[in-house]
C-alpha cells in the first residue's frame, strides 16, 4: 500500500491508500465529509438569525460546521450576488 494525494472520490480529491491491486481505502474523516456535503447539497438548509450587542449574527447548522471546517474565530467572505448572500470559507 502506497499513500496517494488526491485520489478522485464522489468528484472531490481526497487523500488515502493505493494497493498495487488496484483496491483503494480512503481517508476516513476526509470521506465522510464529502459524504456529508454532498447530502447536504441536495437539502434546503435553515439558519437563524440573533442579535449580539448592535451585531446581527448567522447561526450555522452543526453539519455544515463539520462539513466546511468552520470553528470559532474563522473568517469567512461574505459576497451579496442577484440580491443573495454567499458565504465562502477563506
Not at 480529491?13 to 474523516?29: L, N, P, R, T, V
Not at 456529508?36 to 437539502?43: D, G, I
Request: charged share 30%.
Amino acid at each position: 500500500m502506497k499513500f496517494r494525494k488526491a485520489i478522485p472520490f464522489n468528484s472531490y480529491k481526497i487523500d488515502g491508500y493505493m494497493c498495487s491491486c488496484g483496491e483503494i481505502y480512503f481517508d476516513s474523516e476526509q470521506a465522510q465529509k464529502v459524504l456529508l456535503l454532498n447530502k447536504l447539497k441536495k437539502e434546503k438548509i435553515k439558519a437563524k438569525l440573533g442579535k449580539i450587542k448592535s451585531n446581527l449574527i448567522l447561526r450555522v447548522p452543526k453539519d455544515i460546521e463539520t462539513a466546511l471546517g468552520f470553528e470559532q474565530g474563522n473568517e469567512v467572505e461574505l459576497t451579496i450576488e442577484n440580491n443573495e448572500l454567499r458565504v465562502r470559507a477563506i
